[in-house]
């Protein structure tokens, strides 16, 4: 009898499980496949695997010889999913209702499968191979914290928390070109004890709609309000931003002052940019803009774009005089880059910026730089985006990365970004709980006669 084991089937997103398989000796080969269903959209992986001479299979300590990664990779079945067979290029997998887990399906067969297999016209011979099956709920919010829709001035957003009333330490979170509210990482970082506005800022409820056309005043209003917010501590917030966002972030902390304590900035850039974020201030632009662009060096392959040449990409094709008046800011700073950015030079960027600091007696800044990483860093274990549709331009955009590299970005950048919000903006005591699965129990074992 064939025994598929999760542990925990119900967990945080940011948190390892451990799968395995027992009672598949007769079977010298095994497939162990990983689905998953987001809005109509689905992604999966799969990997092949030798069992012991027990008869088990342990994800976490075997060596995958096959699939959709190879060796020993405890997490491989998820930080390595792809968008499945069907699905329109550029997919995302994001959690949009966080209140809900995505849900994974594993399944194990006897043999070594492939994609081609799993989508062939032959489904009875798949079906029959099929040795076990269970589920996975993997979450962003915990059922300890509060979820709170924000209408107040101009500011539309939604706000986590842990329950009680604090005061807790709080950060703004914000995404970039995809305009709406992204809520997933903030539901995620109230489940380690922080009170984290998901703050949208275009293209959402009756905000405008052109992210060139948002300004500053619109961000330090957010600030303010969470300062002034019964549930987050008085004494400064911090920020993080991805891409635009994080051009919008390192401005408000040159404009805040001593209002942020801590700024975060994944692949995103301290320079002024045609077009970009963090331009327009009290309705005025900013004088300068970064740089010379060349869009002849834009790349077209099979209806995907490559911009990673669009920007500068060497020191001297920038123009120093565009960069932000970073010495202004009181904060830290930790830049965030994927070496692998094909979105444009964010490690670069930042490292001039921190030169900047450097030249103006500031040490108040730390980069992280991730080979192999692209421009999407999100929270672990979730999959790499090489390739995105990007709204704004209406076309699939090539981001950059390998998910074996950009797996380890992720996993480590998270850890050292919660702990430099510890840090710098405040730490509270707090047990993460997450829901019980299904709202029945933790561990889900699921038994199937061979």
Partial sequence: MTQFIVTPAAAFIDETISVCVY?????????????????????????????????????????????????????????????????????????????????????????????????????????????????????????????????????????????????????????????????????????????????????????????????????????????NNQFVMDSGIGVIGVSAGAQIVVKLSIICGPKIKACVCINGSPFYTEGGTGNLYKGKQSANYIMNVFPDRVATKDDIIDISRFWPCKREDIDHSTIMNLEDATCQFLFINGLDDKSWSSDLFSKLGCEYLKEHGKDNWKILSYPGAGHLIEPPYAPLCSLCYHKLVSVVVNYGGYPDEHSVAQEDSWEKTLAFFKEHVGKSDHVRSVPSFGGRGAIMVQLSKL
């Fill in 23 to 227: 009672g598949v000796q007769e079977f010298p080969n095994v497939t162990i496949r990983a689905f998953v269903e987001e809005r109509g959209r689905t992604f999966e992986a799969y990997a092949h695997f030798i069992p012991d001479v027990n008869g088990a299979v342990k994800v976490d300590s075997h060596r995958s010889i096959g699939g959709s990664y190879k060796g020993v990779k405890p997490m491989g079945l998820f930080t390595h999913m792809q968008p499945s067979t069907g699905q329109k290029a550029g997919t995302r997998l994001v959690k949009k209702d966080v209140t809900t887990p995505l849900v994974f399906h594993l399944t194990v067969y006897k043999g070594f499968l492939s994609t081609e297999d799993f989508y062939s016209n032959n489904i009875e011979s798949v079906t029959q191979s099929v040795l076990g099956k269970t589920t996975v709920e993997r979450w962003y919010m915990g059922k300890d914290v509060d979820r709170i829709e924000v209408r107040s001035g101009n500011i539309r957003g939604t706000l986590f928390k842990p329950k009680g009333n604090g005061p807790f330490p709080g950060i703004i979170d914000l995404f970039g070109a995809a305009g709406g509210n992204i809520e997933f990482r903030s539901s995620l970082f109230a489940t380690h004890c922080f009170a984290s506005l998901a703050l949208a800022y275009f293209a959402y409820e009756d905000l405008i709609t052109d992210i060139k056309q948002v300004d500053m005043v619109y961000f330090e209003e957010a600030v303010d309000w969470m300062l």
